[in-house]
């Protein structure tokens, strides 16, 4: 399958401090990709949607203002923790597809996030 | 809305048995279904993809099955091993394509 990368896959910041995490698409053009937050011993819950060139849709109780989300090329989607505390730690995972419709998506490794 | 729920939340198996992870959801109007491995503190591996107009799919040792009408997919693991471990997620996808449904997965473990 096509693959996913995450960077960093762990950050560690203090409360306050704004952290950028990348999602990449390395063998594919993702038109849509997905950003979800997995919390300790819990499933995966979707966050945003962002298609390229459009701005996200965040899920209802996801602050849009403190988790900014930006796909601006075709290869790259950034989440962006605003601001961060300690209940902002969590994993975060990406996942891309090539088109707007139903393809196949893929997920990235995911990002560990912890806020001191 | 839908809801996907998997059952047991957690399974403890020696090694060498053969394992059924159940996994329920509540709109039968879903495009595919896709069962997923996550190892501790890792993200997802994709195992089997079905989609809505398929009943099973294969590969190696496990065995996937989808029942739409009645709302349940089965994960069928034969002759487990211990690198068997790990958190097993079933996620539905909807018909318009946009958002998976992820269950709050299986925690499996296989004792040497």
């Known amino acids: 399958g096509a693959v996913v990368s995450q960077h960093p896959s762990w950050v560690i910041c203090k409360s306050g401090t704004s952290v950028k995490i990348e999602c990449r698409s390395l063998d594919f053009q993702a038109t849509t990709m997905f950003w979800y937050r997995q919390f300790p011993k819990q499933s995966l819950m979707l966050m945003a949607t962002s298609n390229e060139g459009s701005k996200a849709t965040y899920e209802q109780g996801v602050e849009k203002d403190k988790f900014l989300i930006n796909h601006a090329s075709l290869t790259l989607s950034t989440l962006t923790v605003t601001s961060a505390h300690p209940e902002d730690s969590s994993f975060y995972i990406c996942?891309?597809?090539?088109?707007?419709?139903?393809?196949?998506?893929?997920f990235g490794p995911g990002t560990r996030l912890t806020v001191l | 809305k839908q809801e996907v729920t998997q059952i047991p939340a957690a399974l403890s198996v020696p090694e060498g048995e053969n394992l059924v992870l159940n996994c329920s959801f509540t709109d039968s109007a879903i495009y595919n279904l896709q069962w997923f491995r996550q190892d501790p503190g890792k993200g997802l591996t994709s195992l089997l993809l079905i989609q809505s107009s398929q009943r099973e799919q294969t590969s190696g040792r496990l065995n996937a099955s989808l029942d739409k009408s009645s709302g349940r997919s089965t994960l069928y693991i034969a002759a487990s091993q211990p690198g068997d471990s790990a958190t097993y997620l079933c996620?539905?996808?909807?018909?318009?394509?946009?958002?998976?449904?992820f269950g709050p997965g299986t925690r499996l473990s296989v004792l040497p």
């Open positions: 996942s891309a597809r090539a088109d707007r419709g139903l393809n196949e998506q893929f």
């Open positions: 996620a539905v996808r909807d018909n318009y394509g946009q958002n998976f449904v």
